[in-house]
């Protein structure tokens, strides 16, 4: 899971360039690399519940084996959690631990769940993009690194009083111990 390069296309490679761009002369970013952007996009969507498909545009921009590597307890984690709240209304509490932590190493099995992250990843790109860029269709001249700054400050501050909820240790080890029986 998680062990080959991943290729954003179209407008989310455009999005994802200028939210890991340097804005203006300031060498400053609002994003260091893609892999943050994709852990970040994953949530976003799922709070969000925004789903978006592939772009198959020609613009692209890659994350490498080794950022997922490097990340990869994050990105699982992320990936684990969307698999056991998705669509928990309509798939049994057994079908969503499996996605979550049953088939990792079964690529044909594992397929359903990869598409849904995939889907929250690339509709959490629009969102943190639009967020940030009050559109979406801004461009790097565009980029004004004060007014980015209050956008990234305000959309944070609307996500902790949206999501202030947070998950008990109990429910967390509940949940994994369920898991592994």
Do not use: P, W
Not at 5 to 16: D, I, M, N, P, T
Not at 68 to 97: A, P
Not at 123 to 143: P, W, Y
Request: charged residues 35%.
């Amino acid at each position: 899971m998680f062990d080959k390069e991943y290729s954003f296309k179209g407008k989310h490679a455009k999005y994802v360039t200028l939210l890991t761009a340097e804005i203006g002369e300031s060498k400053l970013k609002l994003f260091e690399k893609n892999i943050d952007v994709y852990a970040m996009a994953a949530v976003v969507g799922f709070c969000y519940n925004i789903r978006a498909t592939k772009d198959n545009g020609t613009e692209t921009t890659k994350i490498f084996t080794d950022a997922f590597n490097n990340n990869k307890s994050q990105i699982e984690s992320n990936y684990r959690m969307i698999m056991l709240l998705h669509d928990k209304n309509n798939v049994s509490f057994d079908e969503r631990v499996a996605r979550a932590f049953k088939y990792d190493n079964n690529i044909e099995k594992r397929k359903t769940g990869d598409e849904i992250f995939d889907s929250y990843v690339l509709g959490g790109v629009e969102k943190i993009f639009e967020k940030i860029f009050d559109t979406l269709d801004a461009t790097r001249a565009e980029l004004d690194l004060d007014k980015e700054i209050r956008n990234l400050y305000s959309f944070l501050e609307e996500f902790e009083l949206r999501y202030q909820a947070k998950a008990t240790d109990g429910d967390i080890l509940n949940l994994c111990k369920y898991s592994y029986d």
